[in-house]
């Protein structure tokens, strides 16, 4: 057996508990996102423009009848789940964007929320937006033979990723491994505009909404028969549980079966995308909490799915209500 450790920004912490190994292979660097609404003039397409305070790349893009405004970089010391938003960020991006789009007149009010991850970068002592964004596979033959980590990367070369991955874990066998077929093998979900047709006229005749056959397409694509198979057997579950985004609760049953969906954060911003509407998911919170009693989970597991998924919300919303300077407990900021 071959042993991946692609654990992301945790690499390090995951090495050095398994082999109390102290060398660094990461460096985390910080990005923060703003989810805009509301905006006059924004573009209806991506857009990146380069920043006049530091000639980093950002961008504008609409997304999910809102926008998406980011992000940043800024490297943090681990360790990484301390991680959060700082107010000078929320700054950064409003004053580059009113700068570089001043007919956007963007202000703290249109940010609907924010949300910020780690990207982990190879360890290197340049400055965070200099560090390469390449991956880098490697072996640990001074503790395993059969032990790979992943380092770096990004999610738009995941399958490059992969592969090279999984060329480095067949050179640990005597015999090779079939040639990668990603490259044309169409991904879970993918659809061409006949299968989506059928799709959309199937959940016609089951009784959904424009809003609701549009969301189930964007989300799920051609998985999405899975979710009309359900409506079909138990028609009640075409209720819509989020009127913002028309999902239904055949969703909530979908991905507890389907995607292990393993509480309310899983649910709502992991997998349904009713999180990542206007009202980050609080105002469906009521409607899901339903179907999952429905379901048959326990009011512990539910409980605590809501304390925790409001802990979520208050950390997307925190540097946004009253603009009160607020900095990240345990984030240690180093350029």
């Not at 508990?17 to 989810?35: C, E, F, H, M, P």
């Not at 209806?44 to 999910?64: A, C, G, K």
């Not at 407990?329 to 180093?334: E, K, S």
């Amino acid at each position: 057996a071959v042993v991946v450790n692609a654990t992301g920004a945790w690499a390090d912490e995951l090495l050095a508990d398994a082999t109390g190994s102290n060398q660094r292979l990461l460096r985390a660097s910080k990005g923060t996102i703003l989810v805009v609404d509301g905006l006059v003039n924004a573009p209806n397409r991506p857009v990146f423009f380069e920043t006049v305070s530091d000639r980093r790349p950002v961008l504008i893009s609409p997304w999910n009848g809102m926008h998406l405004v980011g992000t940043t970089d800024i490297v943090v010391e681990i360790p990484v789940d301390s991680v959060c938003a700082e107010h000078s960020e929320v700054d950064y991006l409003l004053d580059e964007i009113n700068r570089s789009f001043p007919r956007l007149a963007l202000r703290h009010e249109n940010i609907r929320y924010l949300y910020t991850g780690v990207r982990p970068l190879p360890f290197s002592t340049g400055t965070s937006a200099k560090v390469s964004r390449h991956h880098i596979v490697k072996t640990h033959p001074e503790f395993s033979d059969r032990l790979i980590t992943v380092i770096g990367g990004k999610l738009a070369t995941y399958r490059r990723i992969a592969e090279d991955v999984l060329k480095a874990a067949g050179g640990k066998f005597d015999r090779p491994l079939a040639r990668s077929q990603t490259a044309t093998r169409p991904l879970p979900g993918a659809l061409d505009l006949p299968e989506q047709k059928r799709l959309e006229d199937r959940a016609i005749t089951l009784g959904l909404s424009d809003q609701s056959i549009t969301h189930l397409v964007k989300v799920y694509g051609a998985r999405g028969a899975g979710i009309l198979d359900l409506i079909d057997t138990a028609p009640k579950l075409a209720e819509v549980v989020d009127d913002e985004s028309g999902a239904t609760a055949a969703e909530i049953h979908f991905v507890i079966q389907k995607e292990w969906a393993r509480d309310l954060a899983d649910i709502l911003v992991r997998r349904t995308m009713i999180g990542r509407n206007r009202f980050a998911g609080a105002n469906a919170i009521a409607a899901v909490v339903r179907v999952l009693n429905d379901i048959g989970w326990s009011a512990e597991m539910i409980d605590k799915g809501i304390t925790d998924f409001d802990s979520f919300l208050s950390k997307s919303k925190s540097l946004i209500a009253s603009g009160k300077k607020r900095e990240c407990d345990g984030a240690v900021r180093t350029s």
